[in-house]
């Protein structure tokens, strides 16, 4: 599966951004996704994840209460709502698939996804 993050850019604090993560030649049905970020000089961390029917997710405390992961099956596509953003969210960002035979199922571990997208940029202004 190849992924395709986008909707990155620059944002003041306090604002909202929302990205989209699609794949291209292949359904997300039945993927579990998620997303991560990586900053400079850092790691790259959890953010958020959903089941591939959408019943359950879960996020990283940093962003709980803020962010929202949402997929639309029909349209293929999985995505991340960012409110609020504070600068300590720049990063790059970057959406993640892994093929579940659980529907209610998520994974915050990033060694559990086998297909990862490109990355997109994510700027927040202070």
């Known amino acids: 599966v190849q992924l395709q993050a986008y909707g990155g850019g620059l944002v003041q604090a306090g604002g909202s951004l929302r990205l989209s993560c699609a794949p291209s030649?292949?359904?997300?049905?039945?993927?579990?996704m998620g997303w991560f970020r990586q900053a400079p000089g850092t790691e790259r961390e959890f953010v958020g994840a959903i089941s591939w029917s959408g019943g359950s997710s879960y996020y990283a405390d940093s962003v709980k209460g803020r962010f929202t992961i949402s997929r639309d099956n029909a349209k293929n596509t999985v995505y991340l709502q960012m409110n609020s953003l504070k600068p300590e969210d720049t990063a790059v960002y970057y959406c993640a698939a892994v093929r579940s035979s659980n529907s209610n199922y998520y994974y915050t571990n990033s060694r559990s996804y086998g297909f990862w997208g490109q990355g997109t940029q994510v700027t927040v202004s202070s």
């Open positions: 030649g292949r359904t997300l049905s039945r993927y579990a």
